[in-house]
Structure formats: C-alpha cells, structure tokens
C-alpha cells in the first residue's frame, strides 16, 4: 500500500525519507518522528514566526504595483500558508495513517 502525501513533500526523482518507504509501521514511525523532531527545534519556530510576520506585510494591498505584483504576492502567501500549516497537515496525515494501519490489521 502506498500512502498518499502532500504535493509540497514530493520532491520528484531524487532520493527522500519518503523514497526509502517500505510501507511499514515502523518506516511511517521514523517518517514522522523526523517531522516532530524538526517542529520542534528553535528554528522551526524562530521560521513560522518570521512568516507570520512577513505575512502580514504581503498581504497588504496598499502597496501592491499591479496585476503582476498581487500575483507574486499571492504565491508567497500560498507558499507561507502552505508551511505555516504544515505541522497540522502531519499530524493529520499520522492520524489517518495509524487509523488505516489498525484497520488493516483488523483492531479497528
């Protein structure tokens, strides 16, 4: 079985945590611990905050140029939603994981 991730965490052809997946419990377990541990690192929180902050300077229309320039800006807000958002996204994608996991092997 293979388990559906979010577009952002494809990265193609090249070789990812997610590429060595031989779909066990235990493969998902290190998956997953490998984002916990990055959530929780000063960094991590020192980036969303700095995004956060950014935010709210991007998604001001006063100064916006044109068409172009609210596009631009439009990406970058999907962009730092899209990370901003990502640790609930994993506690998500866990939750159902474990969910199908224990279905599967006939506890649920």
């Given amino acids: 079985m293979r388990y559906a991730l979010h577009p952002v965490l494809n990265l193609g052809e090249t070789e990812t945590v997610r590429d ?21 690192t000063d960094g991590w929180q020192n980036l969303c905050n700095d995004f956060k902050d950014n935010s709210e300077c991007i998604n001001s ?5 044109g068409i172009d320039d609210l596009n631009f800006r439009k990406g970058q807000l999907a962009v730092i ?26 506890v649920v």
């Fill in 20 to 40: 060595n997946f031989n779909d066990t419990p235990e493969a998902l377990e290190k998956y997953y611990d490998s984002f916990r541990e990055m959530f929780n």
């Fill in 81 to 106: 939603s899209t990370l901003l958002n990502l640790e609930n996204y994993i506690k998500s994608m866990e939750e159902e994981h474990y969910k199908s996991y224990l279905q599967e092997a006939g």
């Fill in 61 to 65: 229309v006063e100064s916006t140029k």
